[in-house]
């Protein structure tokens, strides 16, 4: 990465930060309906990986899905109002923390249900290949998603179609409050590798490398290569979910929460700043300020009307079968 890259990558992962604790806060107090899967300590994933998808290229998530979002360019107030359910969110407030959407940033949406994006996202790779603009899409999905049986489902049939799809596996070694290992005896590289799919595997912790890898697989999907999956080692610095005020207990070995909180990705790209004689204080000020605006804005808006509950809904008027 360059400096004004990584000044750029940096900004974007404190900003995603400061948003999510705060969101958290939020959710303590009350003021956010329904569960909230933060994504803070994967920062460095969907920021160095969507830093070299192009604007024209769609992106589908799962359930942790606010920092994709913001990382997509979604505007962070429209993305707040929505997680607080208020007027002039992404969905009009009704969508709420998992079910994030925002095709005008061709962030097709993200899915509460494990898995369930990943055929969603190889029917939109086959709809781009067909139309051969020569365009990829990305997924995120956890570790614990590849367990899935659509998941051998939809890479076994991108892999015999050759299909222009990025999987990107934000693998932090739990799901939910399980150790991977004690689910599967098989890593997500060594899943994917016995179904033929290409792969690499990386620190996610570290956003530049995250990027390079992210730039050389894209280019392979693009170029008709197949798909490809990107295996993210990170972790979560808080916890899997949260609903209420009700902050769950550390439910990780205290050695490992240290193992990797000494890895943080915020700190490994700070680091990287200063190695450049870059003050990397500035850069998370100014992306808290901004996230302090949001809030305060977010809070201010009022929720929607109910007369809107019968808006933008599949089917409107529906009598029932005749």
Known sequence: MTEAELIAAYRAMCLIRVFEEEVLGMTAAGLVPGFVHPCTGHEAVAVGVLAHRTPEEWVVSYYRCHGHALACGSDPLAVMREILTRQGGLCGGKGGSMHL???????????????????????VALNEQRAGD????????????????????????????????????????????????????????????????GHRLVDGNDVAEVARAAAELLAECRAGAGPRVLVARTYLRHFHAQSGPDVPPEYRPVAEVDHWRARDPLEVAANGLL??????????????????????????????????????VAVAGWAGPA
């Open 275 to 312: 190695a450049l004689g870059v003050d990397p204080v500035p850069v998370r000020a100014s992306a808290a300020e901004e996230v302090a605006g949001v809030v305060a804005d977010a809070l201010a808006t009022p929720e929607p009307e109910p007369a809107s509950a019968t808006t933008a």
């Open 134 to 197: 020569g365009r990829a899409v990305v997924v995120f999905c956890g570790d614990g998603a590849l367990g899935a049986g659509v998941a051998y489902e939809t890479l076994t049939i991108a892999r015999h179609l050759r299909l222009p799809l990025l999987v990107v596996c934000e693998d932090n070694g739990w799901q939910d409050h399980t150790p991977s290992h004690e689910v599967s005896s098989l890593s997500p590289a060594e899943l994917v590798g016995g179904l033929g799919v």
């Open 101 to 123: 959407a925002d095709r005008a940033n061709r962030f097709l949406g993200a899915s509460s249900i494990v898995a369930a994006q990943l055929p969603i996202s190889a029917g």
